[in-house]
């Protein structure tokens, strides 16, 4: 098995919130068709809301999330209301535009531990309109070694009911004690894994908690060993072939496309393309400044 490629994350904020930012980082933007990767905990907490990002707008990607620890509440202007536990998925498909909120709810377990993932959309299925999945049935293997979980496209032979819109995978493995496991690739996907939690090898190498290892296509399998047990992420897919122009919360092609979406925006608060995500008490988060001169639209 070949050597992976270790890509350190970088720490940064969501409010509160301490977050590893995977993806995209200076060394690499995407794996497969996953442009953002942001971990955050484990942590505990009593009184406060860890998790609070106020309505805020998507455009051409869909949002996965995936919890090993606590709740997320999530609200989206379609008017979904989603609480999501560890095991079960949450998938928002933006489309050409939606907006959402994600929180901590009241009545919590008081830890939280888990990933916010982006998949870019591609061009053919970028404009659909927006809509929300909540998964609790996903498909699930067990074996001696360990078992995993597949939450979004298909792995190990196990497809996720999960919406998806490119050649690619999602999974959590789990590895128990003294086990070694043979996980099997597609040879066409690139891929990224993570150590969330426990300790582990992957081939001869000894994984870092939290840091992204990428795998370049052509390998047939993983190779993962634990003494203590642990449990990863994979994510991998079909190298996404369109070059995508990221900006804020939007993926877009061009940067017309993402000033246009920052004025909707910014503009009103219940515009037709994003819509008013209701129950959530507070203000919604504004775009910021755009920084790219575009020339204005036609005045017609
Ligand atoms: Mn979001």
Same mark, same amino acid.
């Given at each position: 098995?070949?050597? #992976?490629?270790?890509?350190?994350?970088?720490?940064?904020?969501? &409010?509160?919130?301490?977050?590893?930012?995977?993806?995209?980082? %200076?060394?690499?933007?995407?794996?497969?068709?996953?442009?953002?990767?942001? !971990?955050?905990?484990?942590?505990?907490?009593?009184?406060?809301?860890?998790?609070?990002?106020?309505?805020? =707008?998507?455009?051409?990607?869909?949002?996965?999330?995936?919890?090993?620890?606590?709740?997320?509440?999530?609200?989206?202007?379609?008017?979904?209301?989603?609480?999501?536990? =560890?095991?079960?998925?949450?998938?928002?498909? +933006? &489309?050409?535009?939606?907006?959402?909120?994600?929180?901590?709810?009241?009545?919590?377990?008081?830890?939280?531990?888990?990933?916010?993932?982006?998949?870019?959309?591609?061009?053919?299925? %970028?404009?659909?309109? #927006?809509?929300?999945?909540?998964?609790?049935?996903?498909?699930?293997?067990? +074996?001696?070694?360990?078992?995993?979980?597949?939450?979004?496209?298909?792995?190990?032979?196990? %497809? +996720?009911?999960?919406?998806?819109?490119?050649?690619?995978?999602?999974?959590?493995?789990?590895?128990?004690?003294?086990?070694?496991?043979?996980?099997?690739?597609?040879?066409?996907?690139?891929?990224?894994?993570?150590?969330?939690?426990?300790?582990?090898?992957?081939?001869?190498?000894?994984?870092?908690?939290?840091?992204?290892?990428?795998?370049?296509?052509?390998?047939?399998?993983?190779?993962? +060993?634990? %003494?203590? &047990?642990?449990?990863?992420?994979?994510?991998?897919?079909?190298?996404?072939?369109?070059?995508?122009?990221?900006?804020?919360?939007?993926?877009?092609?061009?940067?017309?496309?993402?000033?246009?979406?920052?004025?909707?925006?910014?503009?009103?608060?219940?515009?037709? !393309?994003?819509?008013?995500?209701?129950?959530?008490?507070?203000?919604?988060?504004?775009?910021?400044?755009?920084?790219?001169?575009?020339?204005? =639209?036609?005045?017609?």
């Amino acid at each position: 098995m070949p050597t #992976a490629q270790a890509l350190p994350a970088r720490t940064t904020y969501l &409010g509160m919130l301490e977050i590893r930012r995977a993806l995209p980082i %200076r060394e690499r933007r995407m794996i497969g068709p996953w442009c953002f990767l942001d !971990r955050y905990g484990p942590l505990s907490f009593s009184d406060a809301k860890p998790m609070d990002v106020a309505p805020h =707008p998507h455009i051409g990607l869909q949002t996965v999330t995936w919890l090993l620890e606590g709740e997320v509440l999530h609200r989206d202007s379609l008017g979904s209301e989603s609480l999501i536990r =560890p095991g079960e998925l949450n998938v928002m498909t +933006s &489309g050409r535009g939606i907006s959402h909120s994600e929180e901590t709810p009241r009545g919590n377990s008081g830890r939280l531990s888990g990933v916010q993932l982006w998949v870019a959309l591609p061009d053919a299925d %970028r404009n659909q309109p #927006a809509s929300f999945e909540h998964h609790d049935d996903l498909p699930r293997m067990e +074996s001696p070694a360990g078992n995993f979980i597949v939450f979004s496209g298909a792995a190990a032979g196990l %497809r +996720s009911s999960a919406s998806a819109y490119s050649q690619m995978t999602g999974a959590e493995i789990t590895i128990h004690a003294g086990q070694r496991m043979l996980f099997p690739l597609d040879i066409t996907f690139e891929y990224g894994v993570m150590l969330v939690s426990g300790e582990a090898q992957l081939g001869e190498e000894r994984l870092e908690i939290d840091t992204l290892y990428y795998l370049a296509p052509g390998d047939d399998a993983l190779t993962i +060993s634990t %003494r203590a &047990g642990g449990k990863l992420l994979l994510l991998g897919g079909v190298p996404f072939d369109e070059p995508i122009f990221m900006w804020w919360n939007f993926v877009a092609r061009t940067a017309a496309e993402i000033a246009e979406a920052q004025r909707e925006w910014n503009a009103r608060e219940d515009s037709e !393309r994003f819509g008013k995500v209701s129950g959530y008490n507070g203000s919604r988060i504004n775009a910021p400044p755009f920084p790219l001169r575009v020339p204005p =639209p036609p005045a017609s």
